[in-house]
């Protein structure tokens, strides 16, 4: 049996979130660093995979735009740690796909709420990397809104990722 923890030390996990609305160019989209997390990968060498990984909900410092105030981050970590109910959770299961495409399906849950998600992400022979698309509303979230809804987050979030691996996840044949 083959076992991997992974957390920032190891890679980067990111969140991308954009802004729409009538006044949306007073707004700004965010790239997202996500500081702590927990990543478990196990399963025979050859695959399948299962994976948990454990987001923390207080975890989320703004990256981009680099032009935005201290205090416009600070208002962004405390408007996310506000709407999110609880750390993120995403269980699933991982194969090949092909040498070198993984595929993740799995769900992704935040409190009470869970939705599908399915991805593939690239591998060579150090690292995976990829990006999978969720939208708040299939987690029953509430994105972001100014008043009258003249700058919003787009429903649409984009979570990507780039993580080194053990030796053993590429020593397999398809």
Excluded at 21 to 45: A, P, Q, T, W, Y
Excluded at 63 to 92: M, W, Y
Excluded at 106 to 135: A, C, M, W
Aim: glycine share 6%; with cysteine.
């Amino acid at each position: 049996m083959a076992h991997q923890e992974l957390n920032a030390i190891d890679g980067w996990l990111h969140l991308n979130t954009w802004k729409e609305g009538l006044l949306s160019k007073m707004g700004h989209d965010l790239l997202l660093n996500i500081e702590e997390f927990s990543l478990s990968i196990d399963g025979e060498v050859e695959g399948p995979w299962q994976a948990q990984l454990t987001v923390r909900k207080d975890s989320f410092q703004v990256v981009e735009p680099t032009t935005l105030s201290a205090k416009d981050r600070t208002d962004i970590h405390k408007n996310i740690c506000k709407e999110l109910p609880s750390d993120i959770q995403f269980v699933g299961e991982i194969k090949k796909d092909s040498e070198t495409k993984l595929l993740a399906n799995g769900k992704i849950s935040i409190g009470r709420h869970q939705s599908p998600i399915r991805f593939y992400f690239d591998l060579d022979e150090k690292k995976v990397s990829g990006r999978g698309e969720l939208t708040h509303s299939a987690l029953k979230l509430k994105p972001f809104k100014a008043p009258f809804g003249l700058i919003r987050i787009k429903d649409q979030i984009e979570l990507s990722f780039s993580f080194a691996l053990a030796e053993w996840f590429n020593t397999q044949e398809s």
